[in-house]
């Protein structure tokens, strides 16, 4: 079981990681998904143990490995973990099988153990005929099977990735994904893997936190995010295409949806609606309950239409079956149910 | 954990560790008392000292006293006057020459823009031996020069004092001047040139609204460098402005010392040190009130270059009289009056007898060939110990404070550690020697005096030389990035096994280089150790400086000529270890 317990981390004054506090089990697949800056480095360095918490626990198996409160934590090489940088950080002046080998060997096995451990993992790898080049040699999508060859090499029992995909082209990243997922099943190992693409985070996870600005949003399976997303901010980050959010707010007798009056009924007088990107419609003329905006964007996705819509600062994404009539540029009445798929307050926080 | 089946048992959690401090706080203190050993003790030591009861009235003598105007004041005069003339005229020069070589169609212009850099490498002494190989006249007795042998009869101004102290110190600064203006003017887009073109701007207007005015704080930025320079050199003043009482700060600081007026000697070089510092700083403020224009564009490709028409070869012609009198000119002399029995008949009669000959009576006294003297074979030895010593210890010093300061970069130790370094850069060599003189002179506490040993000399080396060394050790470290080092600390490695199997060989090239550069700084340094030397611990420059005033100027020469001869082949073997083929950078 890894562990955390209102983990906090601060720069100075500035806070990083706020209070974070979640358990997955061993074997777990654990996504930490977010915007950029929103603290997930800082959150994987602490597991890493290259970072001490300001304040909070990290339990591995049960055991602590870091302690904030008690500014207390476990060597780094000592966690049984391993972290796949960014960058990679391979050692450029060792060949591939010298990055592999080298952190063997200063973990003391013997030559023909790790001999027979780096094969092993290059095989698993798949890039056993690059082991006696350098880094520079070559490509990235192969120094990225390096990188992680080097880091499951030991035999950590929770390994960590940071934002590994992110410096492969689009194809890349899809076979990477699925390649990552077969060693994680493999090695068996807790993975907890760093990203901003709430598309890995959908397909890889077992578990998703959602972090912004720090803070966990909602922790919980890929699929829960969409069912139940726990506010605005989550409903908006997941999802494909993602859901609308629209404000709703108290005018006179009645409500305004995005400036319009509209027939609804929100459970407080000003809020946020949340609309389910396929039930949204696109028509030519005005209806009932429908927000006049210009189609900016249209796009076939598995035999489905998405538009886009924009007006004012509100952006609006529906998923149609067939084409709009209109064309990129044209004036469209984005039509809305009758009820939204969730309510939240102004500030984001779920209400129904 | 379910793990693959052949994995070996999980390893166990180990006891942690308490983190007692803030991380690297250990370290940042050990660098930083480093520092204050080698730089901040020895400044404060030498102010203090001026400050004791029994020496403060040397402050009095030196700026009010019956003997002031000599101790100080015509000196100052004397040494703004150099500073002063020194700045304007390499700045002229050394931007003439950085124009013609990056701007125009100007002949040989790669060759011209080798060339202008090497001045610089060859030390003010060995410019002002030559000088006086040529122009020595018959007014302090002894040899007299080529030209005065060849029946021109050199008047004294040209021989002795300001003029030649002047042209010496200019032909040796004006290469730092195109060095900068050169690097500032390459950083010139060629479209905003065009631009200008299209908008109807001629040559005139083009150098005066749009390449001066981006160019100008590169101008300022290598005036106060050659100002600050040319202030604190020793060796020029001292061998062509002494003979005839000319006095500069720092020769005043020097002939203090020699004669055991200490005090006065180091309230001379407080006040250098203030000066030199006063004109970097204000350049340094000058520079950053500007915008910064150089970085908005970026570097586009030259395509034209001003076409200097018929003016061409005589522009030429100009450069490269400038550039053979300041590096083949002072060389070709050197080694001719290491040959020649005399200065006045430099081409004739040349022997190997200053090289390798053996004790002859009717020769120099007696005074035996280099090869064959132990006095400056023990000057070489201790010459290359120290070089290598310093290479060293500098090297890891440098290497040691960017560490630090790279991988902890906040908070004021970081802070500190990175200004101090960077101290010694304000501080002229003399002052610095006279600094440790003053602090390692005498015994501190349990520690033995360090006057007249090795160890002083090379305490002094690492110090003066650390803004190189740090400057280099940044460099490197930022060759190895962070988290190549803590990919490995992650494996577990210790520190001591992390530096030498990542650190250092990602960054053994930009070591060695760095190191070398030292090794050759040092080796050909006079101010520094000039003040440091004692005849049990003599080194070359030094030596050549004593014979030199002796007038035993073949051994000067043929020294000086051995520090030029040590200095290149180092510099070949860094450029030959930094294209030596390292598989991994290769592609
Ligand atoms: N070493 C550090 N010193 C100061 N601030 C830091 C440091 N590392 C990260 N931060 C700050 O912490 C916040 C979170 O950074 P990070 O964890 O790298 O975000 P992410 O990986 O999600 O993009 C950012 O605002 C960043 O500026
Ligand atoms: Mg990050």
Redesign the interface.
């Known amino acids: 079981m890894l562990e955390l317990k209102n983990l906090t981390k601060s720069f100075?004054d500035v806070p990083a990681v706020r209070d974070v506090s979640l358990s997955v089990p061993?074997?777990a697949f654990l996504v930490l998904l977010g915007p950029s800056g929103c603290g997930k480095t800082t959150l994987l360095r602490m597991l890493?143990g290259?970072e001490?918490p300001t304040a909070g626990q990290i339990l591995?198996?049960g055991?602590v490995?870091s302690d904030g409160d008690?500014?207390?934590?476990?060597?780094?090489?000592?966690?049984?973990s391993?972290?796949v940088?960014q960058?990679y950080?391979l050692?450029?002046?060792?060949t591939v099988r010298g990055n592999v080998d080298?952190?063997l060997k200063?973990?003391g096995?013997e030559t023909a153990?790790r001999t027979?451990?780096v094969d092993?993992v290059l095989a698993m790898l798949e890039i056993n005929q690059l082991a006696e080049r350098?880094?520079?040699?070559i490509s990235g999508g192969q120094q990225q099977r390096v990188a992680i060859a080097?880091t499951i090499a030991?035999?950590p029992?929770v390994l960590l990735f940071d934002e590994p995909l992110s410096n492969l082209d689009a194809k890349l990243r899809v076979e990477m994904r699925t390649e990552l997922m077969r060693l994680h099943r493999?090695?068996?190992?807790?993975a907890v893997y760093v990203t901003h693409d709430q598309i890995e985070a959908m397909t890889m996870a077992t578990h998703v936190a959602v972090v912004n600005k720090g803070r966990i949003e909602q922790f919980g399976a890929p699929q829960d995010l969409i069912d139940h997303p726990a506010s605005a901010f989550v409903a908006t980050f997941v999802g494909t295409p993602p859901n609308n959010i629209v404000p709703v707010v108290r005018s006179g007798a009645g409500w305004q949806v995005a400036g319009r009056p509209m027939d609804i009924t929100p459970p407080l007088d000003d809020c946020l609606a949340m609309f389910r990107a396929d039930s949204l419609s696109v028509a030519l003329t005005e209806g009932p309950r429908s927000l006049p905006m210009e189609l900016v964007e249209v796009s076939t996705i598995a035999g489905r239409t998405m538009a886009t819509a924009l007006a004012g600062g509100l952006r609006l994404t529906a998923v149609l079956d067939r084409p709009p009539a209109a064309r990129v540029g044209d004036r469209v009445h984005i039509g809305l149910p009758p009820v939204p798929d969730a309510w939240f307050t102004p500030y984001g926080e779920r209400i129904a | 954990?379910?793990?693959?089946a052949?994995?070996?048992e999980?390893?166990t959690?180990?006891?942690?560790?308490?983190?007692?401090f803030q991380?690297g706080l250990v370290l940042k203190l050990v660098v930083l008392a480093i520092l204050v050993l080698l730089i901040v003790a020895p400044m404060t030591g030498t102010v203090l000292f001026t400050l004791t009861p029994d020496a403060i009235t040397a402050w009095s003598d030196v700026l009010v006293g019956r003997l002031a105007p000599n101790l100080f004041w015509w000196p100052l005069v004397n040494t703004m006057v150099i500073g002063v003339v020194c700045g304007v005229v390499c700045v002229l020069l050394g931007g003439f020459l950085a124009w013609a070589v990056v701007m125009t169609n100007i002949p040989f212009r790669r060759t011209i823009g080798v060339m202008a850099t090497l001045p610089f490498m060859i030390p003010s002494f060995a410019t002002a031996l030559a000088w006086g190989g040529l122009f020595k006249n018959d007014r302090i007795g002894g040899d007299v020069g080529w030209l005065q042998g060849m029946g021109i009869d050199i008047p004294d101004w040209l021989a002795w004092g300001m003029v030649p102290t002047l042209v010496v110190l200019i032909l040796h600064y004006f290469s730092l001047a195109f060095t900068i203006i050169a690097a500032s003017l390459a950083t010139v887009n060629s479209d905003l040139v065009e631009a200008a073109q299209i908008a109807g701007a001629k040559g005139r207007k083009i150098l005066m609204g749009i390449i001066l005015p981006v160019t100008t704080p590169a101008l300022i930025a290598a005036g106060s460098l050659c100002f600050a320079g040319a202030v604190s050199n020793f060796a020029a003043p001292a061998l062509l402005g002494l003979p005839v009482r000319m006095q500069t700060l720092s020769t005043r600081l020097f002939g203090m010392i020699e004669v055991g007026q200490t005090a006065r000697g180091f309230v001379i070089g407080i006040l250098l040190v203030l000066i030199s510092a006063l004109f970097l700083w204000l350049g340094n403020r000058a520079v950053s009130g500007r915008r910064s224009y150089a970085t908005i564009t970026g570097k586009g490709g030259r395509a034209k270059r001003f076409d200097l028409g018929p003016m061409r070869w005589p522009l030429f012609a100009v450069a490269a009289l400038i550039l053979l009198c300041a590096t083949v000119v002072p060389v070709i002399i050197l080694i001719a009056s290491s040959l020649a029995p005399s200065s006045a008949f430099l081409f004739s009669n040349w022997t190997l007898h200053y090289w390798i000959g053996t004790s002859t009576a009717n020769i120099a006294q007696g005074t035996p060939g280099i090869w064959h003297n132990p006095d400056i074979m023990w000057a070489t030895t201790v010459t290359l110990g120290l070089g290598l010593c310093v290479a060293f210890t500098g090297m890891f010093v440098g290497l040691l404070a960017s560490y630090t300061t790279a991988r902890y970069r906040?908070g004021w130790l970081s802070a500190s550690i990175m200004q101090i370094s960077f101290l010694p850069l304000l501080i002229p060599g003399i002052a610095f020697g006279a600094a440790y003189i003053a602090f390692f002179g005498a015994p501190i506490g349990p520690l033995p005096a360090l006057y007249g040993t090795f160890a002083i000399l090379v305490i002094a080396g690492t110090g003066y030389l650390l803004p190189f060394s740090v400057q280099t050790g940044r460099a490197v470290i930022q060759q190895v990035?962070g988290?190549?080092e803590?990919?490995?600390?992650?494996?577990?490695?210790s520190f001591a096994?992390r530096m030498w199997?990542?650190t250092v060989?990602?960054a053994i090239r930009g070591l060695a280089a760095g190191g070398i550069l030292i090794f050759v700084k040092i080796i050909r340094d006079l101010s520094l150790v000039v003040l440091l030397f004692t005849p049990t611990m003599p080194v070359m420059s030094v030596v050549a400086f004593r014979y030199a005033s002796e007038g035993f100027t073949q051994f000067a020469h043929a020294i000086t000529v051995l520090i030029l001869i040590i200095s290149i082949i180092a510099t070949l073997l860094s450029n030959r270890l930094q294209t030596k083929s390292?598989?991994?950078?290769?592609?």
Request: glycine share 8%; net charge positive; charged share 20%.
């Open positions: 100075g061993d074997g890493a290259l001490l591995f198996e055991n490995v008690r500014q207390w934590q476990v060597d780094p090489a000592k966690r049984n391993g972290l940088f960058s950080a050692w450029p002046h060792m080298w952190p200063v973990a096995l153990a027979q451990r092993e350098y880094p520079n040699e080097r030991p035999k029992g493999a090695t068996g190992a807790t | 954990m379910a793990t693959l052949s994995a070996p999980p390893r959690l180990q006891q942690g560790r308490r983190v007692l991380p906040s990035s988290e190549l803590e990919s490995a600390r992650l494996t577990g490695a096994r199997a990542i060989p990602l390292q598989p991994w950078l290769k592609a």
